[in-house]
């Protein structure tokens, strides 16, 4: 009896010690990583950063660029440029499939971040999927303003009513649709129009003609809809990027040294290394932006 009660009082013993070890890491795992509304910002700003890429990778330099030409351009900027992905597991030819290229079709004509709502709903929880509803009307508000304070309320929202199992996802997709908004209606948005404005200038054959091509129709150029550059930006990285990966699959990264570059950029590393998708739907979201613009009035983009 006397060594049964010791090896009860050893049982005890472990447990607690367990328990008090799990609590301090988790405490140390809040310490390393509080999530606020700015926590994914890195990932609407490396966005931003391969659209800059992008763009002198194309159309500064070579006027008449097409699809391909823009989508290699993605992609060696998230798979080679950026530090934030640059690392990632994902297979890069993944964004030159015939589906990923139906996908980016189906995302530059929709007018909805939505494309297959019956998809994303399997995909992603109820909450999620509202608050998702809730961006996709904050993007057709009358002017850019009105959009970006309707997403840092999302954001707010988002931080109170998910969880740590839905929060990235939703995170990380607000902050591409924040900086989205921000640069096509920035002066970097206005020297893409200029520059396609001498394209169509330059060379009449490249204008649409309605009665060849259906796929898009011509926009004076003024009258271009930014609203649908940022749809179909937001609705490409949402289809491609996963939306599984959790807090503690991060902090755990973090943790086990996946990422050494300080905070932010050891999560943007460590998002690339956990799950498929992550780099592919940055490079998917920065393809479809990059051409949206170019998309309503160039010819035979897609050729």
């Known amino acids: 009896m006397k060594n049964y009660s010791i090896f009860i009082l050893l049982i005890c013993v472990t447990l607690f010690s367990t328990s008090c070890y799990k609590n301090k890491d988790q405490e ?5 990583l509080k999530i606020t509304s700015t926590t994914f910002d890195f990932i609407g700003e490396e966005h931003n950063k391969g659209l800059d890429f992008v763009y002198s990778q194309t159309f500064a330099n070579k006027i008449n660029s097409n699809y391909n030409d823009v989508l290699i351009a993605a992609t060696k900027y998230v798979f080679d440029e950026s530090p934030m992905s640059k690392f990632s597991k994902d297979n890069r030819m993944e964004l030159f499939t015939p589906e990923k290229r139906e996908l980016i079709k189906a995302a530059v004509k929709s007018k909805s971040i ?3 709502r019956f998809e994303l709903q399997k995909k992603l929880t109820q909450n999620q999927f509202s608050i998702i509803e809730k961006l996709d009307m904050a993007l057709s508000l009358p002017n850019y303003e009105e959009q970006l304070q309707k997403i840092n309320v999302l954001k707010n929202e988002a931080l109170v009513s998910l969880n740590d199992n839905e929060i990235v996802y939703i995170l990380c997709t607000l902050s591409l649709a924040e900086h989205s908004v921000n640069y096509w209606n920035s002066e970097k948005g206005i020297i893409w129009k200029n520059r396609i404005d001498q394209l169509i200038k330059s060379d009449n054959a490249y204008l649409i003609k309605i009665n060849k091509v259906n796929e898009f129709q011509t926009t004076p150029l003024n009258k271009i809809d930014y609203h649908n550059v940022a749809v179909a930006d937001v609705s490409a990285f949402m289809a491609g990027f996963p939306a ?6 991060l902090v ?6 996946i990422a050494s570059a300080g905070i932010t950029a050891g999560l943007g590393a ?26 309503e009035i160039a010819v035979n983009f897609f050729s």
Do not use: M, P
């Open 114 to 116: 939505i494309i297959n």
């Open 270 to 295: 460590v998002l690339g290394g956990l799950a498929g998708g992550t780099v592919s739907g940055l490079g998917t979201a920065i393809t479809v932006s990059s051409i949206a613009l170019a998309a």
């Open 252 to 257: 755990g990264g973090l943790t086990a040294g």
């Open 244 to 249: 599984g990966i959790n807090i503690g699959a």
């Open 28 to 32: 140390t795992r809040k310490e390393i």
